[in-house]
């Protein structure tokens, strides 16, 4: 049994036991969405993940310092170095300006993760809002001799760096393969080799997100604005740096380099990367057209859905897979959360109300210790989650008569399962379900006063109350079995 946290880190590829560098205080470092559309649920998957992370370094008692960032340029079409700023083709397109485009799916970003129930970061900084500092380490990068300028642009030069550093460390990429792999590509004679990576590119006339710099008009690299901004809020060096697997490389391993050129230094202690979720076996992704947006998942608006799921049971869905094992997704695992996640739920709501005894058969620093156990493995999910399940078997039991239970132990079972569902797991009793509940009680009591002002044949109340709901887009249909409604 782990009594303390381990976590397995990408880049040494082992389980070590949590040390932050400046206890009890964390660094906590997650590469946010490129917000030129709507976030799909593969990338909420990630997100929730190190939700779970975030929570549970507080649950610990760490005083974490969560930073996210918004990119909100200098992200090319294909992670390249050449092609469209993401950002700007979306503007382009759609005919907005591309600030517009950020705000439109920040908002949408930020919109889904409160209904995903995350926390949201300390800070959550953008690259455009840190064009200054990222030129700053672009001459610091350039004076160490670890970059060239060439028409315009700036290039990291990593046959250089790879001569005292280990670029594909993180990755595990060979970096002879690398060179002898990519050394013909066409359209890529501004650079010494094919492997170096922008830090910074010089605008050609038609891009639109541009700014000043030493070298003339142009946008920093995809890769700068992250090892910018965790050295800006967290230092030269932070204890945790997450991500989706596969910004491992080249994003993750370039953010690498450009911290040990600038300074010396690996800046990250424990990488961690979360997996992705598949449909059928491939990555959700935009580009292969198998995403699904939650708001499709919400209303069950989809092709490949047979019905809509409330955000816990999505959430609860993610978090039965461990955060480094793939998770497909399917209408019958997604019935299957479902189940599960109302069987905890009805399995919570009858705590307070358990009949209690002298004597107790359960103890919940027991539960306590074996769910502190499975997240201190690596923040193991599916086990805390089957860990539960044993409890909700033992709460029935004692609601049948079949156990017993204390005041003391069901007071304490009671806060035990509120901290480990609500603020560690982060679920919430569904949302929809009890709105729903809570709309049709409300109905019910404006449709029967309707019903006694029609029978005392008081037309103008009854119209009213119609016309008001109307209004508020809710129609009212009279029949001979009484009055319904709908909203339309
Ligand atoms: P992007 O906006 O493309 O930079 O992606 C935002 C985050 O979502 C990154 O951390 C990606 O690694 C992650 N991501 C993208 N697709 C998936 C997926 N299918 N499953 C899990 N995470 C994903
Ligand atoms: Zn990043």
Redesign the pocket.
């Known amino acids: 049994m782990e009594t303390s946290l381990h976590i397995y880190n990408t880049l040494t590829r082992k389980k070590e036991e949590f040390k932050p560098l400046n206890d009890p205080f964390v660094g906590l470092y997650v590469?946010?969405?490129?917000v030129y559309s709507n976030?799909?649920l593969?990338?909420c998957?990630?997100?929730i993940s190190f939700d779970l992370v975030n929570r549970y370094l507080r649950y610990l008692g760490y005083k974490v310092r969560y930073v996210r960032n918004i990119?909100d340029a200098g992200?090319l079409e294909n992670d390249s170095d050449e092609g469209e700023d993401k950002i700007s083709k979306k503007a382009r397109v759609e005919q907005l300006e591309p600030m517009q485009i950020v705000q439109t799916y920040t908002i949408d970003f930020h919109d889904k993760m409160r209904d995903f129930n995350t926390l949201a970061p300390d800070i959550e900084p953008t690259a455009t809002g840190h064009i200054v500092e990222q030129i700053d380490i672009i001459k610091t990068i350039l004076d160490n001799g670890l970059a060239y300028e060439s028409n315009g642009s700036i290039y990291f030069d990593v046959k250089k760096y790879a001569e005292t550093d280990n670029y594909g460390e993180l990755s595990g990429r060979n970096i002879d393969e690398l060179f002898s792999g990519t050394r013909d590509l066409d359209g890529q004679d501004e650079k010494r080799n094919a492997t170096d990576f922008a830090l910074w590119k010089k605008a050609s006339p038609s891009h639109i997100m541009r700014w000043n710099s030493p070298w003339g008009i142009g946008f920093p690299g995809w890769h700068l604005e992250c090892s910018v901004m965790s050295t800006k809020y967290l230092g030269e060096q932070f204890d945790i740096h997450g991500?989706?697997?596969?910004?491992k490389f080249p994003h993750h391993e370039c953010e690498i380099a450009q911290n040990k050129a600038a300074n010396g230094k690996h800046a990250v202690q424990y990488w961690m990367h979360?997996?992705?979720?598949?449909f059928e076996g491939k990555?959700?992704?935009k580009s292969l057209d198998n995403s699904i947006l939650p708001d499709e998942l919400f209303t069950g608006n989809h092709k490949l859905l047979n019905k809509g799921y409330d955000p816990m049971v999505v959430r609860f869905f993610m978090l039965q897979a461990h955060y480094a094992s793939t998770l497909d997704f399917s209408n019958e695992a997604l019935e299957a959360a479902e189940k599960g996640f109302q069987r905890l739920m009805a399995g919570m709501s009858i705590v307070d109300a358990l009949p209690v005894s002298e004597s107790s058969d359960i103890e919940t620093s027991a539960f306590r210790q074996k769910i502190e156990a499975a997240m201190n493995d690596d923040f193991n999910s599916p086990m805390v989650i089957s860990h539960l399940f044993e409890v909700v078997k033992n709460i029935n039991s004692i609601a049948e008569g079949r156990m017993k239970i204390s005041d003391s132990e069901k007071e304490a079972l009671s806060v035990f399962l509120k901290q480990i569902v609500f603020d560690v797991l982060g679920l919430k009793m569904a949302q929809e379900s009890s709105n729903n509940d809570f709309m049709d009680g409300l109905m019910n009591i404006i449709l029967d006063v309707r019903t006694r002002a029609r029978a005392n044949k008081d037309w103008g109340t009854s119209d009213a109350i119609r016309d008001q709901l109307a209004a508020m887009n809710i129609v009212v249909k009279d029949s001979k079995d009484g009055a319904s409604w709908q909203v339309q």
Do not use: W
């Open positions: 590469c946010g969405p490129t976030v799909h593969g990338n998957r990630t997100f990119t992200h991500g989706g697997m596969d910004l979360a997996n992705m979720l598949t990555k959700m992704s």
